[in-house]
């Protein structure tokens, strides 16, 4: 990457991490209000198979301090920020150029990016650069200022935290089998669930909420205590569809929200996977939106 005149472009580091992730809050602050990402989240996404640290993250420093960055993130995602005060220069740009150039050279098939669709501006700029939108996405919240009521699990499923380890691989193998059947979804290694999930930062079992039938984990939900709950993910397996244990995955993420003090309980999900209808009947609702804009390379 070519900088812009006065600033200096290099690979991060792990020493960057801290700077990284106040640069990109600070992003968040300005441009939607809200704080959506911490510290054990980038450390899981840069321990994922294939990620090469000399080549697939890019700062831009004007002097010591961070004012953008690009990271390729997975085989297709990109992620891009740069400092409310450091627009207007053309490193957006020059990041864009960059990451794609840096994805075909990885053998890429598709870069995109989600961006809220509030960044109007953000949208226009990707579409000119030929980025075309994929799919949808939602955070969801749901409000319990009194205690909620308990959700219970069909006959038969026990709803419980995770035994570890022996229940480890099944689980993570549910997760990446549900999410399998979404439209033009790359496989995920089993390792980079471990990473994304039980070797997160700060992980605990109960964590890990699954629902089980004997032996048998035949749901989950992992859920981030982040000052509020966050449901990170949630999947049911296709035969065990149907009978509320998707439900009973909610009500106990509500619960412990509303237990440690929270007055609501959020997350995300996109069209691809065709639960926001769910969501909605159990009484969330959307807080904001957003598109993936992505090039085939």
Same mark, same amino acid.
């Given at each position: 990457m070519i900088a812009p005149e006065g600033l200096i472009a290099r690979p991060l580091t792990l020493d960057d991490v801290d700077a990284t992730i106040a640069m990109v809050n600070t992003c968040e602050l300005i441009d939607s209000g809200e704080l959506m990402w911490e510290r054990a989240d980038l450390l899981s996404d840069i321990s994922v198979e294939g990620f090469e640290p000399e080549e697939d993250w890019l700062g831009v420093f004007d002097g010591d301090r961070i004012v953008a960055w690009?990271?390729?993130?997975?085989?297709?995602? *990109?992620?891009? !920020? /740069?400092?409310? !005060?450091?627009?207007?220069?053309?490193?957006?740009?020059?990041? #864009? #150029?960059?990451a794609v150039a840096r994805a075909r050279e990885r053998g890429n098939d598709r870069l995109g990016q989600t961006i809220e669709d509030t960044r109007t501006d953000v949208a226009t700029t990707l579409r000119l650069a030929g980025f075309t939108p994929r799919h949808t996405s939602w955070i969801l919240q749901m409000d319990h200022p009194t205690e909620p009521p308990t959700a219970d699990p069909p006959t038969g499923i026990e709803i419980r935290a995770i035994q570890m380890p022996n229940e480890e691989d099944q689980t993570l193998e549910m997760f990446e089998t549900a999410f399998s059947e979404f439209d033009d979804r790359l496989p995920t290694p089993l390792d980079d669930w471990r990473a994304s999930v039980t070797q997160r930062a700060g992980f605990e079992p109960d964590d890990l909420v699954v629902a089980v039938e004997g032996a048998r984990v035949v749901g989950g939900a992992f859920l981030i205590d982040s000052e509020e709950i966050w449901i990170d993910k949630l999947a /049911?397996?296709?035969?065990?569809?149907?009978?509320?244990?998707?439900?009973?995955? *909610?009500?106990?993420?509500?619960?412990?929200?509303f237990d440690r003090g929270y007055d609501h309980t959020s997350l995300s999900t996109d069209s691809r996977t065709g639960a926001l209808t769910l969501y909605e009947r159990v009484g969330m609702r959307v807080t904001?939106?957003?598109?993936?804009?992505?090039?085939d390379l």
């Open positions: 690009a990271f390729l993130q997975g085989p297709r995602r *990109l992620w891009i !920020d /740069v400092a409310p !005060d450091a627009r207007g220069r053309g490193i957006g740009t020059s990041l #864009r #150029r960059w /049911v397996a296709a035969t065990y569809r149907h009978r509320g244990i998707a439900r009973a995955l *909610l009500g106990t993420a509500f619960r412990r929200s904001r939106s957003f598109t993936n804009w992505a090039v």
